[in-house]
């Protein structure tokens, strides 16, 4: 099982940047991004369930960050709109078997290695 993120960069505030996350072995059920800044813990960003119908977000994204996943590919996507200085990290794709979307670390059996996202002011 691998997951596999890419699409970082280094971009300007106000830019947009997609995040790809792709699944190797086997199907999940919820897949979620998390991120992580230099000297903070690593927080949950968006969730999304198998169907793609349920998602959540961490407050400080809502309006502005939206993730997608596409089964065929078996890869998740975030779109990021309106990128601000503070969303500056590292951001990791997670992904677990069971049923059920989840905004903890702990929930999540499989990580990603994680794609750099720099925004300048």
């Known amino acids: 099982v691998q997951l596999q993120a890419s699409g970082g960069g280094l971009v300007q505030a106000g830019d947009s940047l997609k995040l790809s996350c792709a699944a190797s072995g086997r199907p999940f059920s919820a897949m979620a991004w998390f991120r992580q800044a230099p000297g903070k813990e690593r927080e949950f960003v968006a969730t999304?369930?198998?169907?793609?119908?349920?998602?959540d977000y961490h407050d400080s994204v809502k309006g502005r960050f939206f993730i997608s996943r596409d089964n065929t590919r078996n890869t998740m996507y975030l779109q990021m709109n309106g990128l601000k200085p503070e969303d500056t990290a590292v951001y990791y794709c997670a992904a677990k078997p069971q049923a059920g979307i989840a905004n903890t670390r702990a929930a999540y059996s499989y990580w990603g290695q994680g794609t750099q996202v720099t925004v300048s002011s």
């Open positions: 999304i369930n198998f169907s793609g119908v349920r998602k």
